[in-house]
């Protein structure tokens, strides 16, 4: 298995218009390796596309994916589905009969649950179904199923509408948690399960681990809801990883390239695992 980023952004993209931060500045001149568009992740082996931002077409352009095994959603907030309109890329207005063939789209039923009462997602998907244009299979949360031969496990967060998930083949298994950390307690099982990648959302950098300034108010309503470095770090220490990427790089946070190789070093030393903080384009193999 071979790990794609496609974008490793989140909410806010970098570079973030009008902006003149390092980042952003680092990003409109230095290229993609230097962006981080909306979160979006490929396995390549199953072919699996987690998350559709808005960026996703170019972010598929751009990238070395040739085909859609299957999407999955790992939650329903516009940063990780407001790209869904990709799928009209099987639309066919000239052959007779259309030439289109199906994207097969398969969600945990919480997560079609919140698709069905937020922004019209679900709506807009059935809209897709009835168009021929892809194929939703619903499973259960923590229902198993397969993709050309890798196996797929849903892995509900704390957040209880939000999902990552476990991919096995080929003698690999990764774990990906595309956002939304917070609270989450590994369960016996996955801190007993050795992986060969974690990726995972790295929380806000509300102090600088570098240099130890402290960067957000510690009583900032935001860091209730907000997971924050420190405690992924913690989460990364209960993981049984060969190496953990960590993505989902909000631009408020002004990560430069250089901050975000301190950093890896770092967590590093700290984990004692390999950790790395993606960039868009970057490939993370399994
Ligand atoms: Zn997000
Ligand atoms: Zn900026």
Known sequence: MRLEILGSGGCVTTPRPFCGCPACEQARSNGPEYSRLGPSLFVHGPDLLIDTPEEIIIQL???????IGAC???HWHPDHTAGRRLFEYRTDWVGRPPRHGCTNVIIPRT???TFESSMSIMDHLKLFVRRGLIDLQIVDDDEEFTVDGYTVRPVRMAVEYVFGYEIHGNDKR????MDELKGW???DRVRATRYDVVYLPIGVLDVNPV???RLIDADHPMLKGEQTIGETAEVMSQLDAGSFVLSHIEE???ITLDLASDLSRLLT???GRPVRLAHDTMLVEA
């Not at 990764?174 to 948690?177: A, P």
Request: some cysteine; proline content about 7%; charged content about 15%.
């Open 185 to 187: 307690q590994p369960s």
């Open 269 to 271: 030393a700290r984990i």
């Open 61 to 67: 352009n751009r990238s070395r994916a040739g085909r």
């Open 211 to 213: 240099s130890g300034v």
């Open 111 to 113: 997560v079609a649950s």
């Open 174 to 177: 990764v774990l990906i948690v």
């Open 72 to 74: 999955l959603y790992s």
């Open 252 to 254: 408020p946070d002004c």
